[in-house]
């Protein structure tokens, strides 16, 4: 359990990937009570992609099907707002139409309610958001606000660095060395390796010297987990 800031800070530090970092997230927002939340992309106030949701059981499906983006209170206020706000403020400065209405009570019913959003403005109309939301009919607790925001604030610019430390590990491999690593991570033997991609096993050794003082590691092992851990190469 995430116990502060401080805490989440420390940790996210030392985390590599954006799964393991979102997970650590999910784990401090529902520390602070709050059982669901989603990472979401918007362009003129429409939602143009989800890297990552935690909803009920259903609830994802039905605010796609009902095309509920379009009418979303908060996915609508989210383009003006330069800072945290809750969801009972994006419906108090919208003059709600009756779908709207329906759209906020269906939500209730299926575990979607009293929610803050942090945004996250990019180039343009873009406008990132991370929203968290109770799923239980309790309320969220006022005092705690500022830490929630300094916990997605901090998730937000580690996301930043491990995409950045990503990029830059894996923008120095020539294609043969990326070949070979995803090879290696096959567990075939240079020899294999050279057998496979019709170049002599002396290549296969060189390619995989160069991967191992690029990625900054000690052998192929590592330079194999450095590769998944970077998306250089895939599970």
Known sequence: MIASIEDF?????????AQALRDLYLEAVESEGYQNAVFARTRDRRVVDIPWMKFPAGYAESYVANGWDQIDPVVHFVNSARRPFAWAQACEATKLT?????FLADCRDMGVHS???IPLHGPGTDVDLISISLRDEKQARPDRLAVIY????QYRLRLSEIIEERRHCGQDLTAKEIECLRWCKEGKT???????LSISEKTVEFHLSNTIRKLGVSNRITAVVK????GIISI
Not at 150 to 153: K, S
Not at 190 to 196: A, K, R, T
Not at 227 to 230: D, E
């Open 9 to 17: 800070i420390s940790t996210s530090a030392s985390i590599s990937t």
């Open 98 to 102: 009756g779908r709207q209405k329906k």
């Open 115 to 117: 929610g803050i959003t």
């Open 150 to 153: 300094g916990l997605t604030y």
């Open 190 to 196: 240079n020899w294999e390796i050279g057998e496979i």
């Open 227 to 230: 590769g998944i851990q970077t």
